[in-house]
């Protein structure tokens, strides 16, 4: 098993054909709103319908799933999984037990389904819970202790044992002294928590790296293996949760991780994704931000309900033997977390999926030392996301060659929707606001009734939309954390406030960002440093 990997330096031409290709797709979408408005006023207003009429479609099933996903989080959230992860231990008891109980909570059923397949085995389950060890390795560049120490305190406190758990905490060389001397603290404090703390420096400048957080988790990831090795615990026992320093997770996580991982006879060929809400200082950070933040929480919230569209993003879990297998993670791109999965379908021949994990882990919203540069962190923060868009050619050079392992109507279908996801990003938001006008402005000589009702029949459809987003602003009301005592009630009504800058943000950070990411494909200037997002704690 093998998988490609992002060439450094020239690229062939279908693959560089490939990093065009989104950018192409985006900029030739919006040119074309306005060649067909020219030549044929009523076709450029039908090509703006359908659009715009598709957002609508999306809009509803967004709220939907925004509905249904955060009902299934908070139900995942109040079933204990360390009770049921002890029901391993012993399948055919448990399923005696539970076979006949009448319970609603999450699952349940499923549950006992698990151990009646168990239980038919002879409760043959290997490895059982007690053998599971869980390593975390935390990415650090510069952050202080008051953004670390809180992290890795919630890693202490979640309800599996923390004498099986290994933390690795990988910091960066470049990061200077006062990094050296915040992981040496850390060290001291730590000491004795964990099953194990290391600290795993990441050098700088090592050849065949790219500067970003991919080469640090495989560094780390390969001291983590010898540990593991010298200690003579199975490597494929072993499951590796990457974290960012911001990074709180639940209390049970790590439980449920580890039962997702037993119940399965091909759990290798598994990641195990938890929900990531940018929530940790939601109430700190400005008014553009928050909207930002609580829209990519919901965005990470729906994806749990369509498991079949899951990808890796930010924290993730794999089994250690699996990531040995593939080389850990990609040491020559920004975005190391959504090129996983690539990595990982490759690597396994197709033979690999996403497991939504649906409880949270906690992350921070973008906060820099003033408002002008908390702006400009947060469109270098969405830039970085939006460079995905290279995963294209990864993926379509791969699909399209010989060497592909993987059932070509199994890949293309991914190729197809990972294409569509980034061109929709660019355009959507600037065609829903705008487009409904070019129509007429470009035929003001011309009596065409739909080229001039457009924008009427336009503002209708966003009306109607606009119910999703009363939906979303109930949901982000109940998924916030309590309001801190130094702020006033009326900081929650500015909760509320603060979703009209949708529009705007959606232009000028969604879209914006992706164009620019997608340009920069296209003239191959290559992004390959990945710029940490600051992020200032208040107090």
């Known amino acids: 098993m093998s998988q490609p990997e992002i060439p450094f330096g020239k690229r062939r031409p279908l693959y560089r054909f490939l990093e065009i290709l989104p950018g192409m797709l985006s900029y030739a979408a919006v040119i ?28 509803v099933g967004v709220a939907f799933r925004t509905i249904q996903g955060y009902k299934v989080m908070k139900r995942a959230e109040r079933v204990d999984w360390a009770e049921r992860l002890a029901d391993l231990e012993n ?24 151990l009646r397949l168990l239980s038919a085995v002879g409760g043959k389950s290997e490895p059982k819970p007690h053998e599971i060890y869980h390593a975390v390795i935390m990415t650090a560049y510069n952050e202080g202790l008051e953004t670390l120490v809180p992290s890795i305190e919630a890693v202490r406190d979640t309800t599996f044992t923390n004498e099986r758990i290994i933390f690795v905490l990988a910091y960066e060389e470049r990061g200077g002294e006062v990094m050296e001397q915040n992981a040496q603290e850390l060290k001291k404090m730590f000491r004795g928590v964990f ?31 010898e540990y593991v090795e010298k200690k003579r615990i199975p490597k494929e026992n072993v499951i590796v949760t990457s974290l960012d320093s911001d990074n709180r997770v639940s209390e049970k996580y790590f439980d449920y991780v580890a039962y997702e991982f037993c119940v399965r006879p091909d759990r290798q060929h598994y990641s195990y994704q938890p929900v990531s809400l940018f929530m940790n200082n939601i109430w ?25 569209l899951l990808r890796n993003f930010a924290s993730h879990a794999q089994p250690l033997a699996a990531l040995e297998g593939m080389d850990f993670w990609s040491k020559r791109t920004i975005v190391e977390d959504g090129h996983q999965y690539w990595r990982s379908l490759f690597y396994f021949e197709g033979k690999y999926a996403v497991v939504p994990i649906r409880v949270p882990i906690y992350q921070d919203a973008v906060i820099s030392d003033t408002f002008v540069e908390t702006l400009k962190a947060q469109f270098v923060q969405l830039r970085r996301w939006d460079y995905g868009a290279s995963d294209v050619a990864y993926v379509g050079s791969y699909l399209f060659s010989q060497e592909c392992k993987v059932p070509f109507w199994n890949l293309f279908p991914k190729f197809v929707r990972l294409l569509d996801g980034h061109v929709t990003l660019a355009i959507m938001a600037p065609i829903v606001a705008f487009g409904g006008w070019v129509p007429m402005l470009m ?58 800058l949708m529009p705007v943000i959606a232009i000028v950070y969604q879209s914006a960002a992706a164009f620019y990411s997608q340009t920069r494909l296209m003239l191959g200037r290559y992004m390959e440093k990945f710029d940490v997002t600051k992020k200032v704690v208040k107090t």
């Open 195 to 225: 099953g194990k703390f290391l600290l795993v420096k990441h050098p700088d400048k090592l050849r065949g790296e790219i500067v970003g957080k991919g080469p640090n988790l495989t560094y780390a990831g390969k001291h983590l293996a």
């Open 32 to 59: 074309l709103l306005f060649l067909l408005s020219w030549l044929n006023p009523f076709l450029g207003a039908l090509y703006c319908l359908i659009i715009i009429a598709t957002t609508l479609v999306k809009a």
């Open 443 to 500: 035929n003001l000589g011309s009596r065409g009734a739909m080229a001039f009702n457009l924008p009427n029949v336009v503002g209708l459809i966003q009306t109607i939309a606009m119910i999703g987003t009363i939906i979303t602003v109930i949901i982000s009301l109940q998924m916030l954390p309590k309001r801190p005592e130094k702020y006033k009630k009326n900081k929650s009504f500015l909760m509320v406030l603060q979703w009209i």
């Open 284 to 308: 700190d950070a400005p008014a553009p931000m928050r909207v930002i933040a609580l829209s990519n929480s919901f965005f990470n919230v729906i994806t749990t309900m369509r498991p079949h």
């Open 91 to 114: 399948s055919h008891d448990a399923y005696e037990r539970l076979r006949d109980r009448r319970d609603n909570s999450y699952d349940f059923a499923e549950h006992v389904q698990n």
